[in-house]
């Protein structure tokens, strides 16, 4: 029997999402994404940060090109849903150097995008099930809604495919 048709949702750098239906998708070079998924109630989320952190101003809105506060941003959905982070199994990517040799070693932003997820991960209680980071390559990730299954291509067949016109 051929698989159902589902809807993908692609997140660019700086995107989240928390959704009961459909995928998830996004493509990673240092930038870390974070994936949720509530076993007993079939449902998750998607982070895909920039930066670690930034020193916010009170008052600023939350953005979710920053890890802690995109997960924030998705701690909060968990709680809308009526669960808590640690319900959640977590999967970890990214945070590749994708920079030059010699480049990078000023700015390290993969390695720091990686110390914030782990980070993270241990602040809201997550259950991290699998973590693919560092390297020198680029990752597609798709988390499966409900099932909680994980594609991951890693090297440079990762992509994600084309917009068509409609």
């Not at 995928?23 to 998750?44: D, E, F, N, Q």
């Not at 480049?103 to 991960?121: Q, W, Y």
Request: aromatic content about 6%.
């Amino acid at each position: 029997m051929a698989e159902a048709p589902r809807h993908v949702q692609t997140l660019l750098p700086g995107q989240w999402a928390f959704v009961r239906t459909g995928a998830l998708k996004t493509l990673l070079g240092s930038c870390v994404s974070i994936l949720v998924w509530h076993r007993a109630r079939g449902y998750g989320g998607m982070c895909h940060y920039l930066l670690p952190s930034r020193q916010r101003r009170s008052g600023d809105a939350l953005d979710p090109r920053y890890g802690d506060e995109a997960m924030e941003l998705m701690a909060q959905a968990m709680q809308r849903m009526g669960t808590r982070s640690n319900e959640y199994e977590a999967h970890l990517y990214g945070g590749a150097d994708t920079l030059p040799d010699g480049v990078n070693m000023s700015f390290n932003v993969g390695e720091r995008n990686i110390e914030k997820g782990m980070e993270l991960a241990d602040r809201y209680g997550l259950n991290l099930v699998a973590v693919d980071v560092g390297d020198q390559v680029p990752r597609t990730v798709t988390l499966l809604i409900p099932e909680g299954k994980v594609r991951l291509v890693r090297g440079p067949s990762a992509k994600l495919p084309k917009p068509t016109l409609s």
